[in-house]
């Protein structure tokens, strides 16, 4: 099984949960950047996303995920923007092609929980098997690597 940890991530949360995945589980870890970085102020930032989430902007990326055909499980990160996923997070599902393979989503969020976060990458992956997602609220706490331990366990008996 080859596996693949995609994430973006603005202030570090979603990274921190993606980096400790790979340690639970192994695999390839790429943190999708785009083209054009986000303004460094929050404020910005929140007002940027409101408007490509409207607007259904999905932001170049610098790079595109080469050999995507040769993994077996994806997970995917995003920081919930709004509710929903961030837009490069979008950019990554519209340009790859996930059918067939497992997807296993997760996401950060400031307390609203994962809202919108992984059905919209459910409705982006049609042709994939989902697997239970983990979502954790900020960098995820202390206890992080527990908790990935804990899904991992579970998720290992569906793939
Ligand atoms: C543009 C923007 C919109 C956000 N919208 C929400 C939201 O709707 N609900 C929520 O719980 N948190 C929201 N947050 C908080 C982030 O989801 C949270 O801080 C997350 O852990 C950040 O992940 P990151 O450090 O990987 O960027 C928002 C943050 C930003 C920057």
């Known amino acids: 099984m080859k596996v693949l940890i ?37 404020k910005e930032t929140v007002e940027q996303a409101k408007r490509e989430i409207k607007a259904g902007f999905k932001p170049p990326l610098k790079a595109k995920i080469e050999r995507i055909e040769d993994y077996d499980v994806v997970f995917v990160g995003s920081p919930n923007w709004w509710g929903t996923i961030a837009p490069p997070v979008a950019t990554f599902l519209s340009q790859h092609d996930l059918s067939g393979k497992i997807v296993v989503p997760f996401c950060t969020h400031g307390g609203g929980g994962k809202q919108r976060v992984i059905e919209t990458i459910k409705n982006m992956c049609p042709k994939s098997k989902i697997l239970l997602e983990l979502a954790v609220s900020g960098d995820g706490g202390k206890d992080l690597k527990e908790k990935v331990e804990r899904w991992w366990q579970t998720l290992k008996t569906h793939i």
Request: no cysteine; proline share 5%; net charge negative.
């Open 6 to 42: 995609v994430y973006y991530s603005w202030s570090g949360n979603t990274r921190r949960v993606a980096e400790t995945i790979r340690e639970v589980v192994g695999g390839d870890l790429v943190e999708l950047v785009p083209e054009d970085a986000y303004p460094k102020s929050y």
